[in-house]
């Protein structure tokens, strides 16, 4: 009964270097989201993908790409990091687009120094 | 473009009693989904509950209810019987029936005094 699993829990990264966020889900969810949570912010939506193979850029995009070859997975990746990418990454899944509530990993914390 | 307001950086409340959270929202929508998210200290966002705005009953779940007043625009949740689990930052939540993106409050961190 995992739900969705994120990976690392906390990283830290130096300025220009690159990572990438793990995201899996076993709920067979053809929808999953990266959003992120800044300090006294709600969530912002990065990307989503609506099923495998197929993504798109949601409200904050710039400076992250993503990838959906699997229902299961759905990793975050930032190719050049910089301090303004210092959040809380959630990544998100659900059975549906519109009338469905999310369900959520447990967070990444990223500083970016 | 919508907007979700939580106008309670914080609020605090004495274990068992009442409190309620606030929540206004901006939209020319008729159509959409309300929702109340909690995360507590494990970070986790979990569902409290969710309203459609075409039901006029107004949406409960244990001792969370929420007061749903369309013309107003606003979406309170009422914690009854608050307990030391209930402790957490609340976010507020706006989606559209045309649109796929939840809209978010800024969040109210509610602390429970023993």
Redesign the interface.
Known sequence: NAGVTQTPKFRILKIGQSMTLQCAQDMNHNYMYWYRQDPGMGLKLIYYSVGAGITDKGEVPNGYNVSRSTTEDFPLRLELAAPSQTSVYFCASSPALYNSPLHFGNGTRLTVT | AQT?TQSQ?EMSVQEAETVTLSCTYDTSESDY?L?WYKQPP??????VI?Q?AYKQQNATENRFSVNFQKAAKSFSLKISDSQLGDAAMY?C?Y?S?SN????????TKLIIKP
């Open positions: 979700v950086p989904y929702f494990s970070r986790q966002m979990i569902l969710r459609e976010f939540a989606r029936d796929y993106q939840l809209i978010w409050g800024a969040g």
